[in-house]
């Protein structure tokens, strides 16, 4: 730096603590000047704080965007021409849905939903990237250049200002041990640099229409996004109901629980002195559809008879198809079941397990107990 200009940084530094310390009165610019000055400052604030947001929104896990800042600035410095995307939450979910309705499979109808809506989420997850690339081009990057470019240029004439006018109050202060020739030129130089400042905050303010175009710009992004995905919402809510309805019209499918193991404890200890016990016929529970909270069905009194059926020869039966004789009266009482009364002949269609049968009486078709029947012409193995 040369002498003089050594000397110019001393008359602003001597200045500004007279000023500040001292209070001594620099000179006064225009209310107008200070207005305009006002507006700028505000301006400056709106853009800053309203970038940040916008990139909030758009993207608004911070850790996420820390990386994401990370790995472009990595790319730039190894020259890849495509940046790593930012990770949508839209994605991540949609990923999900996808991995666990491939592992419930195709026969789930819980597994299509979720493929389906697995679907939909990443086709919002891209609708949601174009917005991005959208918003960035039309929104954020303007801003960016307005604070990069005018808002800075306005600075730093605002600053230039504050400067010459410090040099010029110090030598206006000094008048007589100044020549006049410097504090001519000083003089000069302030009023050059108000001028260059006001300027460049007039046209700033004056052509503020261009922010209001590039906000217009992101709410069309916005509209365009929403469209989107309300059209993929829309086909992926009348998926699902159909899917529901085509779920409710199937049969369901019942439940056939598998027969519990006899379990053998061995010869029971005889506790009345040695005299054997008449122990009642056992039911096992398991040989029904029903849950054990209700009552187990018994035979008919008219079936217990001393010349039970066992003891007659069975009356004749059709050779020509398996069936069997009713040996109870059996009262359905869950849909799928048969009803029959004593003495029926029921033809067999299939055996269900070792308990239950499948057969049809009189056109309709249903399952029942098998010990509720004797066999007459047993199903072909």
Partial sequence: MSVAGLKKQFYKASQLVSEKVGGAEGTKLDDDFKEMEKKVDVTSKAVTEVLARTIEYLQPNPASRAKLTMLNTVSKIRGQVKNPGYPQSEGLLGECMIRHGKELGGESNFGDALLD??????????????LDIEVKQNFIDPLQNLCDKDLKEIQHHLKKLEGRRLDFDYKK????????EELRQAMEKFEESKEVAETSMHN???????????LSALVDAQLDYHRQAVQILDELADKLKRRMREASSRPKREYKPKPREPLDLGEPEQSNGGFPCT?????????????????????SSRSMRADDSRDLPPPPAPLDQPSCKALYDFEPENDGELGF?????????????????????????????????????PLPQ
């Fill in 173 to 180: 202060k000094r008048q007589g041990k100044i020549p006049d």
């Fill in 117 to 130: 809506a697995g679907e939909s989420m990443k086709r919002l997850a891209e609708v949601k990237d174009s």
């Fill in 204 to 214: 700033l303010l004056e052509t503020d229409i261009e922010q209001v175009s590039q």
């Fill in 279 to 299: 122990t009642a016929p056992k039911i096992t529970a398991s040989s029904s559809f029903r849950s054990s909270d209700k009552p187990t069905r018994t035979p």
């Fill in 341 to 377: 009364h004593e003495g029926d002949i029921i033809t067999l269609t299939n055996q269900i397990d070792e308990n239950w049968y499948e057969g049809m009486l009189h056109g309709q078709s249903g399952f029942f107990p098998l010990s509720y029947v004797e066999v007459l012409v």
